[in-house]
């Protein structure tokens, strides 16, 4: 094998009481990236397309999660890596993590697969510590794995995958201005109060056991974030117009979709979902900012392998 073509996927990180420790893969949404074996060693970023992003290896998520493997596995070659973003950077969908997650697992399945797919998350969080200063786990480890993840443990590292009920669909809208990851992070508290602390224990415990007994309305009851939301939302047009009108068209719930500016509603069934992209969309529209909806599955496998040669 010389060289792979990838399907990278969109995230929804959080998943409104799971911060920095909740995320699920989306079906519909993803970059595309190419990924080929060169005689010099080292890693080259060679083209973007739909993104204005450096290609200095450093500087790029891609890149630096790239470097981080190749440094760890020393393969007597390199490689270079070609990305087509169809998800926008700042979006809150998981941009920066399907970069570094596609670039890590690219070289590791060129490499024969030395390593296990759960293994690459430590290697692929170097790009997310890059573009936000933190490296946390909660997008690339569902675009990696697949439906849901919840990362247990961040020292040592535990990822436990999760599957997603067979009817759960989620909604995106994504309002289109930009919130850096950063800027989203500065504003949170931190400290929090015991009652809080409780009330997000709760919800989290809650939402777990939901996805695993397929509990829908369990998992409507438990989409409640008493810690990030409340500080983060006033970042984000409409935001609580948005979450009623989508939970008011049958959505289970929803919340902030990673650090936003983008708002998820999870829905039993198709139709459901679609309809609170609808009512989410009507109320975007008397904003005057452009946005985009998209309406997803949970993606079971994570990042997809489209050709191979």
């Known amino acids: 094998m010389n060289e792979i073509q990838l399907f990278c996927p969109a995230t929804i990180a959080n998943v409104s009481c799971g911060f920095d420790v909740l995320g699920l893969c989306l079906e519909s949404v ?24 450096p290609l200095e290896t450093e500087k790029n998520v ?20 070609s990305i087509t973003k169809n998800i926008k950077a700042g979006s809150g969908i998981g941009s920066s993590a399907a970069s570094a997650a596609g670039a890590v697992f690219g070289i590791n399945h060129l490499l024969g697969s030395p390593l296990s797919t759960k293994e690459l998350v430590q290697y692929a969080m170097q790009g997310e510590k890059l573009a936000s200063g933190t490296a946390h786990a909660d997008n690339v ?9 919840l990362v247990r443990s961040y020292d040592p590292l535990d990822i436990i995958a999760i599957k997603s009920p ?3 669909y989620a909604t995106v809208i994504h309002p289109q201005i930009e919130l850096k990851t950063k800027d989203a992070r500065s504003v949170l508290k931190e400290n929090i109060s015991l009652k809080k602390a409780t009330i997000q224990c709760g919800n989290l415990g809650g939402l777990i056991s939901g996805l695993y007994t397929g509990d829908y309305d369990l998992i409507g009851r438990s989409l409640h974030d008493e ?5 983060r939302s006033i970042l984000i047009p409409k935001f609580d117009e948005l979450k009623a009108a989508a939970i008011a068209a049958g959505a289970l719930g929803g919340g902030i979709s990673g650090s936003g500016p983008s708002v998820f509603a999870l829905s039993k069934g198709l139709t459901t979902a679609k309809r609170a992209g609808q ?3 009507a109320i975007m529209k008397d904003t005057g900012i ?3 909806v998209h309406v997803s599955a949970i993606n079971p496998e994570g990042i997809k392998i489209i050709h191979v040669q």
């Open 290 to 292: 452009p946005f985009e």
């Open 30 to 53: 993803g970059d595309t990236m190419t990924v080929t074996k060169t005689p010099e060693k080292g890693i080259r970023i060679t083209e973007i397309i739909g993104a204005d992003l």
């Open 279 to 281: 009512v989410m969309a």
């Open 227 to 231: 810690l990030v939301e409340p500080v």
């Open 62 to 81: 891609a890149g630096v999660a790239a470097l981080a493997l190749i440094e760890a596995l020393d393969p007597d070659f390199g490689f270079s890596i």
């Open 141 to 149: 480890a569902p675009a990696l794995l697949g439906g849901f993840t």
């Open 166 to 168: 067979t009817e759960l």
